[in-house]
Protein backbone atom coordinates (compact mmCIF):
# COMPACT_ATOMS: atom_id res chain seq x y z
CA UNK A 1 0.00 0.00 0.00
CA UNK A 2 1.33 3.87 -0.65
CA UNK A 3 0.36 6.26 0.85
CA UNK A 4 -0.05 9.87 0.22
CA UNK A 5 2.71 12.55 0.64
CA UNK A 6 -0.41 15.16 1.71
CA UNK A 7 -4.11 14.77 2.50
CA UNK A 8 -5.67 17.79 1.62
CA UNK A 9 -8.97 18.42 4.14
CA UNK A 10 -11.78 20.32 2.30
CA UNK A 11 -12.67 20.03 -1.70
CA UNK A 12 -13.65 23.40 -2.64
CA UNK A 13 -11.88 25.93 -4.62
CA UNK A 14 -9.43 26.68 -2.11
CA UNK A 15 -8.67 23.01 -1.44
CA UNK A 16 -9.10 21.93 -4.98
CA UNK A 17 -6.74 24.66 -6.39
CA UNK A 18 -4.08 23.58 -3.62
CA UNK A 19 -4.18 19.68 -5.04
CA UNK A 20 -4.26 21.00 -8.58
CA UNK A 21 -0.57 23.21 -8.08
CA UNK A 22 0.64 19.95 -5.45
CA UNK A 23 0.73 17.74 -8.56
CA UNK A 24 2.45 19.68 -10.95
CA UNK A 25 4.75 19.78 -8.49
CA UNK A 26 4.95 15.88 -8.72
CA UNK A 27 3.53 15.50 -5.14
CA UNK A 28 1.35 12.79 -3.98
CA UNK A 29 -1.94 14.19 -3.06
CA UNK A 30 -5.25 12.41 -1.41
CA UNK A 31 -8.16 15.44 -0.88
CA UNK A 32 -11.07 14.63 1.23
CA UNK A 33 -14.02 16.32 1.08
CA UNK A 34 -17.36 15.86 3.36
CA UNK A 35 -19.94 16.42 0.94
CA UNK A 36 -19.23 16.62 -3.15
CA UNK A 37 -16.24 18.81 -5.04
CA UNK A 38 -17.53 22.28 -3.85
CA UNK A 39 -20.29 21.57 -1.96
CA UNK A 40 -19.68 24.61 0.42
CA UNK A 41 -19.06 28.67 -0.44
CA UNK A 42 -17.44 27.48 -3.59
CA UNK A 43 -20.53 26.52 -5.49
CA UNK A 44 -22.38 29.34 -3.46
CA UNK A 45 -20.65 32.37 -4.50
CA UNK A 46 -21.19 34.79 -7.32
CA UNK A 47 -18.27 34.83 -9.91
CA UNK A 48 -16.39 37.93 -9.70
CA UNK A 49 -12.74 38.00 -9.82
CA UNK A 50 -12.19 41.16 -7.91
CA UNK A 51 -8.64 42.90 -8.78
CA UNK A 52 -8.74 45.94 -6.38
CA UNK A 53 -9.46 44.63 -3.39
CA UNK A 54 -7.09 46.43 -0.36
CA UNK A 55 -5.02 46.09 1.37
CA UNK A 56 -2.07 46.09 -1.40
CA UNK A 57 -1.77 42.31 -0.73
CA UNK A 58 -5.04 41.52 -2.12
CA UNK A 59 -4.51 43.58 -5.05
CA UNK A 60 -0.98 41.00 -5.03
CA UNK A 61 -3.04 37.84 -4.88
CA UNK A 62 -6.15 38.74 -6.65
CA UNK A 63 -3.78 40.12 -9.65
CA UNK A 64 -1.73 37.31 -9.77
CA UNK A 65 -4.56 34.61 -9.70
CA UNK A 66 -6.53 36.63 -13.08
CA UNK A 67 -3.36 35.32 -14.51
CA UNK A 68 -3.30 32.09 -13.14
CA UNK A 69 -7.03 31.70 -14.17
CA UNK A 70 -6.30 33.32 -17.94
CA UNK A 71 -3.84 30.08 -18.10
CA UNK A 72 -6.10 27.84 -16.57
CA UNK A 73 -8.78 28.54 -18.47
CA UNK A 74 -6.42 27.42 -21.51
CA UNK A 75 -5.32 24.07 -20.39
CA UNK A 76 -8.13 22.58 -17.84
CA UNK A 77 -10.80 20.06 -18.86
CA UNK A 78 -14.10 21.70 -18.21
CA UNK A 79 -14.63 24.95 -19.72
CA UNK A 80 -14.87 27.41 -16.51
CA UNK A 81 -16.73 30.43 -18.36
CA UNK A 82 -13.46 32.50 -17.74
CA UNK A 83 -14.04 36.17 -19.42
CA UNK A 84 -12.33 39.29 -18.98
CA UNK A 85 -16.34 41.67 -18.78
CA UNK A 86 -14.66 44.80 -16.45
CA UNK A 87 -16.62 46.10 -13.55
CA UNK A 88 -18.23 49.32 -12.78
CA UNK A 89 -18.66 50.17 -9.02
CA UNK A 90 -21.00 53.03 -8.49
CA UNK A 91 -21.38 55.51 -5.94
CA UNK A 92 -24.84 56.47 -5.02
CA UNK A 93 -24.46 59.89 -4.17
CA UNK A 94 -22.20 62.98 -5.15
CA UNK A 95 -20.66 63.71 -2.32
CA UNK A 96 -19.53 60.53 -2.07
CA UNK A 97 -17.25 60.83 -4.84
CA UNK A 98 -14.51 62.78 -3.49
CA UNK A 99 -13.49 60.22 -1.29
CA UNK A 100 -14.25 56.96 -3.88
CA UNK A 101 -12.15 59.75 -6.27
CA UNK A 102 -9.21 59.02 -4.09
CA UNK A 103 -9.76 55.36 -3.44
CA UNK A 104 -9.57 55.03 -7.21
CA UNK A 105 -6.35 57.14 -7.31
CA UNK A 106 -4.47 55.06 -4.59
CA UNK A 107 -5.29 52.01 -6.83
CA UNK A 108 -3.98 53.49 -9.83
CA UNK A 109 -0.62 54.52 -7.83
CA UNK A 110 -0.83 50.79 -7.34
CA UNK A 111 -1.22 49.90 -10.84
CA UNK A 112 -4.76 48.74 -11.38
CA UNK A 113 -5.97 49.84 -14.62
CA UNK A 114 -9.20 51.53 -13.74
CA UNK A 115 -11.29 55.23 -14.54
CA UNK A 116 -13.03 57.30 -12.37
CA UNK A 117 -16.58 58.04 -14.27
CA UNK A 118 -18.94 60.72 -13.97
CA UNK A 119 -22.81 60.45 -12.94
CA UNK A 120 -23.19 61.41 -16.85
CA UNK A 121 -20.41 59.19 -18.32
CA UNK A 122 -21.72 56.07 -16.17
CA UNK A 123 -25.55 56.64 -16.99
CA UNK A 124 -24.41 56.79 -20.67
CA UNK A 125 -22.24 53.08 -20.23
CA UNK A 126 -24.74 51.66 -18.49
CA UNK A 127 -28.60 53.30 -19.36
CA UNK A 128 -30.60 51.21 -17.44
CA UNK A 129 -28.80 52.55 -14.49
CA UNK A 130 -30.97 54.56 -11.98
CA UNK A 131 -29.66 58.40 -13.32
CA UNK A 132 -29.53 60.30 -9.82
CA UNK A 133 -26.74 58.13 -9.08
CA UNK A 134 -22.99 60.25 -8.03
CA UNK A 135 -20.70 58.51 -10.42
CA UNK A 136 -18.51 55.50 -10.26
CA UNK A 137 -15.36 53.55 -11.50
CA UNK A 138 -14.55 50.93 -14.68
CA UNK A 139 -12.11 48.57 -13.30
CA UNK A 140 -10.64 46.91 -16.56
CA UNK A 141 -8.95 44.18 -15.43
CA UNK A 142 -12.26 42.63 -13.20
CA UNK A 143 -13.10 39.07 -14.93
CA UNK A 144 -15.36 36.45 -14.33
CA UNK A 145 -15.47 32.70 -13.70
CA UNK A 146 -17.74 29.98 -12.81
CA UNK A 147 -16.91 28.86 -9.28
CA UNK A 148 -18.44 25.53 -9.36
CA UNK A 149 -16.84 24.68 -12.42
CA UNK A 150 -13.74 26.23 -11.66
CA UNK A 151 -13.35 24.13 -8.52
CA UNK A 152 -14.99 20.67 -9.91
CA UNK A 153 -12.27 21.52 -13.22
CA UNK A 154 -9.30 21.62 -10.94
CA UNK A 155 -9.97 18.33 -8.83
CA UNK A 156 -10.63 16.55 -12.24
CA UNK A 157 -7.62 17.81 -13.52
CA UNK A 158 -5.48 17.05 -10.42
CA UNK A 159 -7.64 13.69 -10.55
CA UNK A 160 -5.76 13.14 -14.17
CA UNK A 161 -2.60 13.59 -12.66
CA UNK A 162 -2.62 11.32 -10.04
CA UNK A 163 -4.59 12.69 -7.23
CA UNK A 164 -6.72 10.50 -5.07
CA UNK A 165 -10.41 13.02 -4.98
CA UNK A 166 -12.19 11.06 -1.87
CA UNK A 167 -15.84 12.85 -1.66
CA UNK A 168 -18.58 12.07 0.88
CA UNK A 169 -15.81 10.89 3.33
CA UNK A 170 -15.89 13.79 6.54
CA UNK A 171 -12.33 13.97 7.94
CA UNK A 172 -13.37 13.22 12.09
CA UNK A 173 -9.96 13.46 13.41
CA UNK A 174 -6.03 14.33 12.73
CA UNK A 175 -3.56 11.78 14.39
CA UNK A 176 -0.30 13.34 15.50
CA UNK A 177 2.89 11.88 17.13
CA UNK A 178 2.96 11.71 20.81
CA UNK A 179 4.71 14.77 21.70
CA UNK A 180 2.49 16.35 19.06
CA UNK A 181 5.71 17.36 17.35
CA UNK A 182 4.14 15.89 13.71
CA UNK A 183 1.36 14.83 12.44
CA UNK A 184 0.92 11.16 10.70
CA UNK A 185 -2.47 10.33 9.31
CA UNK A 186 -5.59 12.00 9.06
CA UNK A 187 -9.02 9.96 10.17
CA UNK A 188 -12.20 9.77 8.03
CA UNK A 189 -15.50 8.11 8.61
CA UNK A 190 -14.26 5.59 5.99
CA UNK A 191 -10.74 5.10 8.14
CA UNK A 192 -7.21 6.19 8.21
CA UNK A 193 -5.10 7.77 5.66
CA UNK A 194 -1.41 7.77 6.76
CA UNK A 195 0.74 10.89 5.85
CA UNK A 196 3.49 13.11 5.68
CA UNK A 197 1.58 16.32 5.61
CA UNK A 198 -1.56 17.95 6.11
CA UNK A 199 -3.42 21.15 4.51
CA UNK A 200 -6.39 22.22 6.26
CA UNK A 201 -8.48 23.97 3.28
CA UNK A 202 -12.23 23.61 4.50
CA UNK A 203 -13.15 26.98 4.14
CA UNK A 204 -15.27 28.30 7.42
CA UNK A 205 -14.91 24.96 8.96
CA UNK A 206 -10.96 25.45 9.18
CA UNK A 207 -11.22 26.10 12.67
CA UNK A 208 -12.96 23.30 13.87
CA UNK A 209 -10.85 21.28 12.01
CA UNK A 210 -7.87 23.02 13.49
CA UNK A 211 -9.36 21.86 16.99
CA UNK A 212 -8.98 18.42 16.04
CA UNK A 213 -4.79 19.32 16.89
CA UNK A 214 -6.01 21.71 19.86
CA UNK A 215 -5.20 24.81 17.43
CA UNK A 216 -6.90 27.80 17.38
CA UNK A 217 -7.46 29.19 14.11
CA UNK A 218 -10.18 32.45 14.17
CA UNK A 219 -11.96 31.38 11.15
CA UNK A 220 -15.85 31.67 11.37
CA UNK A 221 -18.80 31.19 8.81
CA UNK A 222 -20.24 34.57 7.58
CA UNK A 223 -23.07 33.85 5.94
CA UNK A 224 -23.76 35.65 2.48
CA UNK A 225 -27.27 35.20 1.06
CA UNK A 226 -27.60 35.16 -3.24
CA UNK A 227 -31.32 35.47 -5.34
CA UNK A 228 -30.60 33.79 -9.36
CA UNK A 229 -32.98 35.34 -12.01
CA UNK A 230 -34.14 33.93 -15.10
CA UNK A 231 -32.41 34.49 -18.17
CA UNK A 232 -32.26 38.32 -19.10
CA UNK A 233 -31.12 40.25 -22.65
CA UNK A 234 -27.46 40.70 -22.83
CA UNK A 235 -27.93 44.32 -23.23
CA UNK A 236 -29.62 44.97 -19.98
CA UNK A 237 -26.83 45.74 -18.72
CA UNK A 238 -23.73 45.92 -20.80
CA UNK A 239 -21.14 45.46 -18.38
CA UNK A 240 -21.32 42.16 -16.73
CA UNK A 241 -20.18 43.01 -13.21
CA UNK A 242 -21.73 46.00 -11.31
CA UNK A 243 -22.02 46.59 -8.14
CA UNK A 244 -22.24 49.33 -5.31
CA UNK A 245 -18.62 51.10 -4.17
CA UNK A 246 -20.04 50.91 -0.77
CA UNK A 247 -19.63 47.07 -1.00
CA UNK A 248 -16.19 47.51 0.50
CA UNK A 249 -18.08 49.15 3.43
CA UNK A 250 -19.94 45.87 3.67
CA UNK A 251 -17.23 43.69 3.54
CA UNK A 252 -15.38 45.87 6.50
CA UNK A 253 -18.24 45.56 8.83
CA UNK A 254 -17.39 44.31 12.13
CA UNK A 255 -18.45 40.91 13.59
CA UNK A 256 -20.87 42.68 16.31
CA UNK A 257 -23.24 43.88 13.31
CA UNK A 258 -26.08 42.99 12.07
CA UNK A 259 -26.88 42.37 8.34
CA UNK A 260 -25.18 44.19 6.17
CA UNK A 261 -26.33 44.84 2.25
CA UNK A 262 -24.93 46.13 -0.49
CA UNK A 263 -26.17 45.70 -4.37
CA UNK A 264 -24.44 43.86 -6.60
CA UNK A 265 -25.52 42.35 -10.01
CA UNK A 266 -23.74 39.86 -12.04
CA UNK A 267 -24.74 38.37 -15.70
CA UNK A 268 -23.71 34.86 -15.75
CA UNK A 269 -22.56 33.53 -19.47
CA UNK A 270 -25.91 32.00 -19.74
CA UNK A 271 -27.80 35.20 -18.80
CA UNK A 272 -29.11 34.88 -15.69
CA UNK A 273 -28.44 37.69 -13.32
CA UNK A 274 -26.22 37.01 -9.68
CA UNK A 275 -27.98 39.29 -7.27
CA UNK A 276 -25.91 40.04 -3.70
CA UNK A 277 -25.18 40.78 -1.09
CA UNK A 278 -25.57 40.04 1.91
CA UNK A 279 -23.16 39.07 4.99
CA UNK A 280 -24.51 37.85 8.71
CA UNK A 281 -22.71 36.08 11.23
CA UNK A 282 -25.20 33.38 12.20
CA UNK A 283 -22.82 30.78 13.21
CA UNK A 284 -24.27 27.61 10.22
CA UNK A 285 -27.91 28.26 9.52
CA UNK A 286 -28.05 27.95 6.37
CA UNK A 287 -31.57 29.10 6.02
CA UNK A 288 -32.38 31.94 3.51
CA UNK A 289 -34.37 34.60 5.44
CA UNK A 290 -37.04 36.73 3.59
CA UNK A 291 -35.81 39.77 5.90
CA UNK A 292 -32.74 39.74 4.41
CA UNK A 293 -33.35 38.68 0.21
CA UNK A 294 -35.59 41.60 0.73
CA UNK A 295 -33.13 44.15 1.91
CA UNK A 296 -30.47 43.03 -0.45
CA UNK A 297 -33.28 43.79 -3.31
CA UNK A 298 -34.39 47.02 -1.50
CA UNK A 299 -30.88 47.98 -2.28
CA UNK A 300 -30.39 46.28 -6.17
CA UNK A 301 -33.44 48.44 -7.24
CA UNK A 302 -31.99 51.70 -5.89
CA UNK A 303 -29.07 51.37 -8.68
CA UNK A 304 -31.31 48.95 -10.84
CA UNK A 305 -34.74 49.98 -10.96
CA UNK A 306 -34.95 47.84 -14.18
CA UNK A 307 -34.61 44.53 -12.17
CA UNK A 308 -38.22 45.03 -10.88
CA UNK A 309 -39.14 43.44 -14.31
CA UNK A 310 -37.02 40.13 -13.93
CA UNK A 311 -38.45 37.26 -12.34
CA UNK A 312 -36.19 35.42 -9.62
CA UNK A 313 -35.53 32.18 -9.68
CA UNK A 314 -34.20 30.70 -6.79
CA UNK A 315 -31.92 31.54 -3.79
CA UNK A 316 -29.47 30.23 -1.77
CA UNK A 317 -26.56 30.67 1.21
CA UNK A 318 -22.90 29.95 1.42
CA UNK A 319 -20.70 30.56 4.56
CA UNK A 320 -17.89 32.79 3.49
CA UNK A 321 -14.52 31.69 5.95
CA UNK A 322 -14.23 34.94 7.91
CA UNK A 323 -10.96 36.01 10.00
CA UNK A 324 -10.77 39.02 11.91
CA UNK A 325 -8.10 40.65 9.65
CA UNK A 326 -10.33 39.94 6.55
CA UNK A 327 -6.22 38.45 5.19
CA UNK A 328 -6.66 34.48 4.19
CA UNK A 329 -4.08 32.49 6.06
CA UNK A 330 -1.89 30.63 3.62
CA UNK A 331 1.08 29.25 6.34
CA UNK A 332 2.70 26.23 7.51
CA UNK A 333 2.05 25.57 11.32
CA UNK A 334 5.11 26.47 12.92
CA UNK A 335 4.10 24.58 16.34
CA UNK A 336 3.09 21.40 14.23
CA UNK A 337 5.52 20.30 11.63
CA UNK A 338 3.70 19.18 8.68
CA UNK A 339 0.85 20.81 9.17
CA UNK A 340 -0.60 23.57 6.78
CA UNK A 341 -3.90 26.31 6.52
CA UNK A 342 -5.31 27.87 3.32
CA UNK A 343 -7.95 29.23 4.46
CA UNK A 344 -10.12 32.21 5.47
CA UNK A 345 -10.03 33.79 1.97
CA UNK A 346 -13.84 35.31 2.95
CA UNK A 347 -15.61 37.31 -0.04
CA UNK A 348 -12.23 36.65 -2.00
CA UNK A 349 -11.86 32.86 -2.64
CA UNK A 350 -13.09 32.59 -5.81
CA UNK A 351 -11.04 35.60 -7.05
CA UNK A 352 -7.73 33.94 -4.74
CA UNK A 353 -7.95 30.02 -5.16
CA UNK A 354 -5.29 29.90 -7.74
CA UNK A 355 -2.92 31.67 -6.37
CA UNK A 356 -3.42 30.39 -3.08
CA UNK A 357 -3.00 26.57 -4.48
CA UNK A 358 -0.08 27.90 -5.86
CA UNK A 359 1.65 29.30 -2.77
CA UNK A 360 0.93 26.70 -1.06
CA UNK A 361 2.63 23.70 -2.97
CA UNK A 362 5.72 26.28 -3.33
CA UNK A 363 5.65 26.24 0.71
CA UNK A 364 5.70 22.42 0.79
CA UNK A 365 7.64 22.02 -1.63
CA UNK A 366 10.56 24.05 -0.07
CA UNK A 367 10.18 26.99 -3.17
CA UNK A 368 10.23 30.67 -2.58
CA UNK A 369 6.62 31.82 -2.69
CA UNK A 370 5.71 34.00 -5.29
CA UNK A 371 4.65 36.18 -2.91
CA UNK A 372 5.76 37.36 0.49
CA UNK A 373 3.55 35.22 2.79
CA UNK A 374 4.56 37.14 6.12
CA UNK A 375 0.75 38.96 6.53
CA UNK A 376 -0.79 35.93 5.53
CA UNK A 377 0.77 33.40 8.73
CA UNK A 378 -1.35 31.96 11.47
CA UNK A 379 1.09 33.27 13.90
CA UNK A 380 0.03 36.86 13.08
CA UNK A 381 -2.99 36.24 15.69
CA UNK A 382 -0.60 34.66 17.95
CA UNK A 383 1.71 38.35 17.51
CA UNK A 384 -1.60 40.63 17.93
CA UNK A 385 -2.89 38.50 20.90
CA UNK A 386 0.96 39.29 22.50
CA UNK A 387 0.50 42.90 21.53
CA UNK A 388 -3.17 42.88 23.41
CA UNK A 389 -1.50 41.54 26.69
C1 LIG B 1 -22.93 34.51 -1.60
C2 LIG B 1 -21.45 34.48 -1.84
C3 LIG B 1 -20.91 35.17 -2.92
C4 LIG B 1 -19.54 35.13 -3.16
N1 LIG B 1 -19.04 35.74 -4.27
C5 LIG B 1 -17.71 35.73 -4.51
C6 LIG B 1 -17.17 36.35 -5.69
O1 LIG B 1 -17.91 36.87 -6.55
N2 LIG B 1 -15.82 36.34 -5.84
C7 LIG B 1 -14.97 35.75 -4.93
O2 LIG B 1 -13.75 35.80 -5.13
N3 LIG B 1 -15.45 35.12 -3.84
C8 LIG B 1 -16.80 35.10 -3.60
N4 LIG B 1 -17.29 34.48 -2.50
C9 LIG B 1 -16.37 33.88 -1.52
C10 LIG B 1 -15.96 32.47 -1.95
O3 LIG B 1 -17.10 31.73 -2.32
C11 LIG B 1 -15.21 31.80 -0.80
O4 LIG B 1 -14.19 32.62 -0.31
C12 LIG B 1 -14.57 30.49 -1.30
O5 LIG B 1 -15.52 29.69 -1.95
C13 LIG B 1 -13.96 29.72 -0.13
O6 LIG B 1 -13.49 28.51 -0.66
P1 LIG B 1 -12.96 27.37 0.32
O7 LIG B 1 -12.53 26.26 -0.55
O8 LIG B 1 -12.02 27.96 1.30
O9 LIG B 1 -14.26 26.98 1.16
P2 LIG B 1 -15.48 26.01 0.77
O10 LIG B 1 -15.88 26.15 -0.64
O11 LIG B 1 -16.53 26.22 1.81
O12 LIG B 1 -14.83 24.58 0.90
C14 LIG B 1 -14.55 23.97 2.14
C15 LIG B 1 -14.92 22.51 2.00
O13 LIG B 1 -14.52 21.82 3.17
C16 LIG B 1 -15.45 20.79 3.35
N5 LIG B 1 -15.36 20.30 4.73
C17 LIG B 1 -15.73 20.96 5.85
N6 LIG B 1 -15.54 20.18 6.92
C18 LIG B 1 -15.04 19.01 6.46
C19 LIG B 1 -14.65 17.79 7.10
N7 LIG B 1 -14.74 17.61 8.42
N8 LIG B 1 -14.20 16.78 6.31
C20 LIG B 1 -14.08 16.92 4.96
N9 LIG B 1 -14.44 18.05 4.32
C21 LIG B 1 -14.91 19.08 5.07
C22 LIG B 1 -16.78 21.44 3.03
O14 LIG B 1 -17.79 20.48 2.73
C23 LIG B 1 -16.42 22.31 1.85
O15 LIG B 1 -16.71 21.71 0.60
C24 LIG B 1 -18.68 34.45 -2.26
C25 LIG B 1 -19.22 33.75 -1.18
C26 LIG B 1 -20.59 33.75 -0.97
C27 LIG B 1 -21.16 32.97 0.19
Avoid at 29 to 43: R, T
Avoid at 281 to 302: E, H, T, W, Y
Avoid at 312 to 326: E, N, Q, S
Amino acid sequence: MTYPEVVIIGGGIIGSACAYYLVQEGVSVHLVEKGAIGDGASKAGMSHIVTWEEPEIHLHLARESNRLYQELSQVLPIDIEYRQSGSIAIVERPEGMASFGETVRRLQDWGVKCQLLSAAELVSMEPNLAPDVGGGAYFEEDAQVNPLYATQAMACAAKERGAVIETFSEVIGIECTSDHRRVTAVLTVRGRIPCEKIVIAAGAWSGQIAQMVNLEVPISPRKGTLVVTAPVPEDLFRCKILLAAGYMDSVREGASSGVAVAANVQQVKNGNLLLGSSRQFVGFDASVDPRVVSMMMKRNLRFFPALAKVTAIRTWAGFRPYTPDLLPIISAVDTIPGLYIAAGHEGIGITEAPITGKLISQIITGQTPDLPLGLLSLSRFKEALKNLI
